[in-house]
């Protein structure tokens, strides 16, 4: 670390203790010190809405941010203001892009990985299924991907599985070990007791992430009986605690009205939820349902709702496929994200299972690098309209011929299915998709000041 983030780093922090003493009145003074300590063009947009919040006390955003130190241990909070603002996002981020420009390929500001692949549920549709359940990443070969992906500048590790939770006594002392890194965790929340919430007030960087698919009918109808109990008993644990936690939900033809509602916003924000992050059911897996996959209609719809309740709601949303505007479109590829299976194999995205390289035979470095990974880097954005980012849903034959280019393989370790059969299966919703999306691309809610260049 050199002389200028180190005067960062202790700047920040005390900053941060700053804040502290008061959130309501110093919140708005600390975009300053962050603005003289910050190149002008780093993270500029960014930064721009986040001022224009702070500087708004009727501003959703702004209450929920000074509601956090009523509702969330301070112990959490300054973590995330280390590891996610000052690391993950302002030190971090300038390497990141040091590394870029070295190598001349993607450099990811997140790792999504899988600890193991091993579940104690059987949700119906769920892709990580396809993978079996019996393969682990070992505790030193993800101590050893955070080791790398630190050097490239990443500080923020996703987990998911599987059930990650399975080896939670794992994720706790990864959390303990790389204590100036930020850890996220998808889970179904059903092996959440007190003892492992007194872990992660201890660890104080680790935030889980809790899947839920809608009401109690829904959820226990693609996730098992009782399923939806457990999930409320865990936030209501969590909540109890003080933890910071968020909600996952993947949509479906079935759900997507449900879980947009105002009153299932509501509902999130009642039991606890600080974030919640929307992902669009994907057909992976050759036993996949294509019927299930979001209508154009529902997706437009939406994308009007969360753009509405994002205004309204203390509730920060993310639409992971609808948000490409927000962030130049895809972000898979090491763009900003790559996903490490159990199995070691390096994939561009949660739900693209395609791979030349794995992690266990290759560096972090060279898997970005390596074919797959610079068919990405070279084709991004696959689509000037950056609501139709992606290179299945959106663009299909975009990945189809990435992977026959390159020669990837089927990441999936039970049914192997090819690139054009999982791509044929999205072609008739991207067809209808694409007018509503150009539409929309060129309607009065296309904000082009809020592109991340």
């Known amino acids: 670390m050199g002389l200028t983030d180190t005067a960062k780093r202790y700047g920040l922090t005390k900053v941060y203790k700053y804040l502290e003493k008061n959130p309501r009145e110093n919140l708005p003074k ?18 721009d809405t986040f001022r224009r919040v702070i500087n708004d006390p009727d501003n959703n955003w702004n209450q929920m941010l000074c509601n ?14 280390q590891n996610f603002i000052l690391n993950g996002s302002l030190t971090g981020w300038a390497r990141q892009e ?20 091993a579940c104690n549920k059987h949700c119906i549709g769920c892709w990580a299924g396809e993978y079996g359940n019996k393969l682990n990443l070992s505790f030193d070969e993800i101590d050893s991907i955070i080791q790398q992906g630190k050097e490239l500048g990443c500080y923020v590790y996703i987990y998911t ?30 092996l959440f007791d007190q003892k492992f919430v007194d872990e992660i007030l201890r660890v104080g960087n ?24 457990e999930i409320t008993s865990t936030m209501d644990l969590m909540t109890k605690n003080k933890l910071a936690w968020g909600v ?49 209609k529902q997706r437009e719809l939406m994308y009007h709702r969360v753009r509405k309740f994002r205004n309204e709601k203390q509730l920060f949303t993310l639409d992971f496929f609808n948000d490409g505007e927000y962030v130049g479109g895809c972000i898979a590829g090491g763009r900003r994200y790559l996903h490490i299976n159990a199995n070691g194999d390096v994939d561009p995205c949660v739900f693209i299972h395609y791979s030349d390289s794995n992690i266990r035979e290759k560096s972090l470095l060279d898997c970005l690098r390596a074919p797959m990974f610079m068919a990405y880097h070279n084709n991004q954005p696959f689509n000037e309209n950056m609501l139709r980012p992606c290179p299945v849903l959106d663009n299909p034959g975009r990945l189809t011929a990435m992977v026959e280019e390159t020669g990837a393989h089927s990441s999936e370790i039970l049914k192997p299915e090819t690139a054009k059969h999982y791509s ?3 072609v008739d919703v991207s067809k209808a998709w694409k007018p509503r999306a150009d539409r929309l691309w060129a309607s009065k809610y296309h904000n082009p000041a809020l592109l991340v260049k």
Request: one cysteine or more; proline letters at 5%.
């Open 206 to 229: 680790f935030i889980p992430i809790i899947s839920v698919e809608g009401t109690k009918e829904s959820t226990d109808a693609r996730r098992g009986e009782g399923c939806f109990d």
């Open 68 to 81: 956090l130190w009523d509702t969330v241990d301070s112990h959490i909070i300054e973590k995330a203001f």
């Open 161 to 190: 599985g599987g059930e990650p939770t399975v080896r939670k006594k794992d994720l706790i002392a990864l959390a303990n070990k790389h204590n100036d890194c930020e850890f996220l965790c998808f889970t179904n929340g059903s």
């Open 30 to 47: 600390i975009m300053d010190f962050v603005d003289k300590v910050t190149p002008g063009d780093l993270m500029k947009s960014q930064r």
């Open 98 to 117: 040091e590394m870029r420009k070295k190598y001349q390929c993607n450099i990811p500001w997140a790792i999504l990985l899988d600890p193991t692949s």
């Open 424 to 426: 044929d299966k999205c």
């Open 248 to 296: 996952s939900i993947c949509s479906t033809s079935q759900n997507a009205e449900i879980v947009t509602s105002e009153e299932y916003y509501d509902w999130m924000i009642e039991k606890g939820a600080k974030f919640c992050w929307y992902f669009d059911y994907m057909p992976i897996g050759m036993d996949a349902d294509p019927s299930l996959l979001v209508t154009p």
